[in-house]
């Protein structure tokens, strides 16, 4: 396989699932680092991007953009992706509830600033909502995966979006307490997942600090 190089900012946020990804299939790659003003501006009209969007990431010879697509195209290439359409819907959907989730938590933390509507959206959505996830995990049989008996892309995106935005600061104090009281067996499911890849368990503990 030719060099691998990921192309973003310094957030986790739309390449982090990607990431999870390279680690826990052992893949090694560049992690390329743009800053949000000048240094990425240099490049952004380079060609080298396709739509002048980051993430992109190159491999095997190629240039994959926008995030849900590099997301899935890496699943299938590593063999986390499943072949009947059911279940690929099962999977699919799960990569598409958990960027809604993602995408009112940015609305309400980092575009609003409002916290106490954060706050107050927590409370009176998030539980139904995890809850829902939940259902699909005890449905599958609580067996450590979310669709069939073998990790997918669905299992990737659910213990990003759990282990980066629940159980870890800053965000555990307020977050732990929804998955303890109305979804403990997501929190199952990520503390196994995590135990499940070394590779990534070692790259979760020595990561930098980024935003969001």
Known sequence: MSEVTLHYFGLYAKAE???MILHYTNTPFNDRIYSDD???LQYKKSGLFEFEQLPMLEIDGLRLVQSLSIERYLCQKFGYYPSDPYEIHLTESLQNIWQDFI???VEWTWIK???EGWDNWCDNELPRIIQSIEARYINNGCNGHFVGNSTTLG???TFRSLYDHFMISPW????MPFLRNHAPKLLEFAENFL???????NYLANRPERRF
Request: aromatic share 8%; glycine share 0%; net charge positive.
């Open 172 to 175: 555990s104090e307020k977050m």
């Open 195 to 201: 135990n499940s890849s070394l590779s990534l368990k």
């Open 103 to 105: 995408q009112h938590k």
């Open 155 to 157: 299992d990737f995106c």
């Open 38 to 40: 000048d240094t990425w």
């Open 113 to 115: 600033k409002d916290l």
């Open 17 to 19: 699932v990607t990431r």
